[in-house]
């Protein structure tokens, strides 16, 4: 089978397509041939081995594992001894290392059903996004109906899910996004958005319960002014390749200080896969309560420039990859 492999640290240069034996599903396992898969800025930083101190957790000189990729739709094709939930054909989706590839197995846990309305592509662009959002609003942020929103970088692959997200949680979403997607992320449901190019929302004296930063692109001290008394801010934007690792651990160091001394509480929020979750957003993807934003599809041959494309942080909604059938 083909696959997107690295075997050293860098930028989309060292990403290679190979030839790999196909995987055998283990005990609890299913084999999936891949239809789609999707992007995440989690791609890049293991690609790269950024920030340093990641590699403490992914290996120290070069990679453990040569594989890229998490989110990932297709069909069951192999099924491991004691497997019941699933039977071969059944579509599905979810999150599983080694995603940019025909094929990968995976944990009974790491997969949910397709529903029938939806394209792999959407499916594929949902499941590090969706639950990065989801359990960001939700366990961190305790939204609850009526409390104000505001998400900065809507437009993105979370951002997109975060404002249907706040929409589906009874919350009133105001969106920061610059002014070619405004149309986009007010159709998602944002009550309000604002145009970073022509406004400041650390100066328009609106205060939100929840401030939710998918870019990094400003300091803590602009999000903690917009935030009530007992608001809480949630970080995940740590900004684009070329942002050195010793400023972003000293903002994961401010962040958790400037807890200490506040009614307001300042945490950063890293997806967990989860099952049960997957099939909340499952659900929510085929009643048509959340959709996926898809910007642009390439092929599997073709990650490298997806990469790129990603790294620039531009990207509307999901970068997806379409697997031939």
């Known amino acids: 089978m083909k696959a ?23 005990e609890n396992e299913v084999l999936i041939r891949i239809r789609a898969a999707a992007l995440n800025p989690l791609d890049w930083h293991l690609m790269r081995g950024a920030p340093w101190f990641l590699r403490l957790f992914i290996g120290l000189w070069k990679p ?48 949910v059903r397709k529903p029938a309305n939806v394209t792999p592509e959407e499916a594929a662009a949902i499941p590090i996004g969706g639950l990065t959002a989801l359990q960001a609003l939700r366990d961190k942020g305790h939204v609850k109906p009526g409390d104000t929103v505001l998400i900065n970088g809507a437009s993105g692959g979370v951002g997109t899910f975060a404002i249907q997200i706040a929409r589906w949680l009874g919350a009133i979403a105001t969106g920061v996004c610059s002014s070619r997607n405004a149309d986009l992320v ?7 958005v604002i145009d970073y190019t022509r406004e400041d929302f650390a100066n328009d004296g609106e205060r939100y319960d929840v401030v939710f930063d998918l870019v990094g692109n400003r300091t803590l001290s602009d999000f903690r002014k917009v935030l009530k008394t007992k608001g809480v801010f949630i970080g995940c934007g740590a900004g684009g390749p070329d942002k050195p690792a010793g400023q972003l651990l000293a903002g994961m160091i401010r962040q958790i200080a400037a807890g200490w001394f506040t009614s307001q509480t300042v945490t950063g929020i890293l997806a967990k896969r989860n099952k049960a979750d997957l099939e909340i957003l499952r659900e929510l993807l085929g009643n048509g309560l959340i959709k ?14 997806a990469i790129r494309y990603l790294e620039q942080g531009h990207a509307r909604g999901k970068v997806v990859i379409a697997i031939d059938a």
């Open 186 to 192: 007010r159709s998602l449901g944002a009550h309000r």
């Open 292 to 305: 996926s934003v898809i910007d642009q599809r390439y092929r599997l041959s073709d990650v490298p420039e």
């Open 64 to 111: 453990r594992s040569i594989r890229l990729g998490v989110d990932v739709a297709g069909t069951i094709v192999g099924l491991g001894t004691g497997v019941t939930e699933f039977r071969l054909g059944d579509e599905v989706f979810g999150a599983v290392d080694g995603a940019l590839a025909e094929y990968v197995c995976g944990p009974l846990s790491a997969f």
């Open 4 to 26: 997107v492999v690295r075997h050293r640290y860098g930028a989309a240069d060292v990403l290679e397509l190979e030839n790999l034996p196909k995987p055998l599903p283990a």
